[in-house]
């Protein structure tokens, strides 16, 4: 592949779509070859970008949602290698997978790596339903926090995940009874009720609250973190712990790393977020993480 032919693909109905941030990226990126800015409207546009990007390198200008659309199509088309290293602008509120890569959240710097930096292979998470996910997939409070922080994120920005998983922790009833396995080993066995089930491939949440302290996105490893905050006192806890790691020093966290991790619900049922698409209920589900499955170019 040329390393100076350049295909910037941007949704052009999201938030991250903002005119300066795009020019000014993609004027970084002409001072190191040539750009086309394609700018798309739907998945089947997003999806014929990538699969005809033609050997140029595919840069996506947007936050881990516009990543998580890119990589689920890629993985749909059994083409996350053959695509070629990614470059990723990060343009979003959270931008939280670009925080454990440590991409620069400027426009122009992250332009800048992507024209200059190295690639590196990414694991994905993917679920018995072959739903990826490329940061963080929740149960419990997690998804009932990102419908809250959607309200408040227009306010607070990269305050709204630890604001609303407040919020929602104290309207979360009691809790979820969820058997937690990670590698064949019980981790939580649901015989009390949980808040929290986090699986993360990268570090941080919601803008940067570190519900993986240490994770790294390179290892092949899920981190799990199950949390029994069940209390109302206990939730507030959790949330305030949330926002600078300090969280899994509790006594009613339990942290776990592994390759397959299964969430059972018994008789019940729960949703899952995954990197902010929140889905219907279900009552089980198995994650399986899959090594060195594509690239990104990092500094």
């Not at 390198?57 to 689920?72: E, I, P």
């Not at 990268?202 to 302290?213: K, S």
């Amino acid at each position: 592949m040329s390393g100076n032919q350049y295909l910037a693909v941007v949704n052009a109905g999201a938030g991250s779509a903002r005119t300066g941030a795009v020019d000014a990226a993609v004027q970084e990126l002409r001072r190191h070859g040539d750009v086309e800015l394609r700018r798309t409207s739907s998945l089947d546009d997003l999806r014929a970008a990538l699969l005809g990007a033609g050997g140029r390198r595919v840069v996506l200008l947007g936050g881990d949602g516009s990543l998580h659309a890119a990589l689920q199509l890629l993985w749909n088309a059994g083409a996350t290698r053959s695509v070629g290293p990614l470059g990723i602008v990060p343009l979003g509120t959270g931008n939280d997978l670009a925080r454990s890569l440590r991409l620069p959240l400027d426009p122009v710097a992250a332009a800048r790596v992507v024209a200059q930096g190295s690639p590196k292979g990414l694991e994905l998470l993917v679920d018995s339903h072959d739903r990826i996910t490329v940061n963080t997939v929740h149960a419990g409070i997690g998804a009932s926090a990102t419908a809250k922080a959607q309200r408040l994120k227009r306010f607070l920005r990269a305050g709204a995940y630890p604001v609303g998983a407040a919020w929602a922790g104290v309207s979360a009833g009691k809790g979820f009874r969820l058997r937690v396995d990670v590698d064949g080993t019980t981790v939580s066995p649901g015989e009390r009720p949980v808040l929290m089930v986090g699986i993360g491939i990268g570090g941080t949440i919601g803008g940067g609250a570190p519900l993986v302290p240490g994770a790294d996105p390179h290892d092949g490893l899920a981190d799990v973190v199950v949390s029994e905050s069940t209390g109302p006192l206990a939730r507030l806890g959790f949330a305030a712990g949330l926002r600078s790691g300090v969280h899994v020093e509790r006594q009613d966290v339990v942290t776990a790393t592994g390759k397959v991790v299964e969430i059972d619900a018994g008789s019940g049922t729960f949703r899952l977020n995954s990197d902010g698409e929140v889905t219907d209920h279900q009552s089980y589900e198995r994650f399986e993480m899959h090594t060195d499955v594509y690239e990104v170019v990092c500094p």
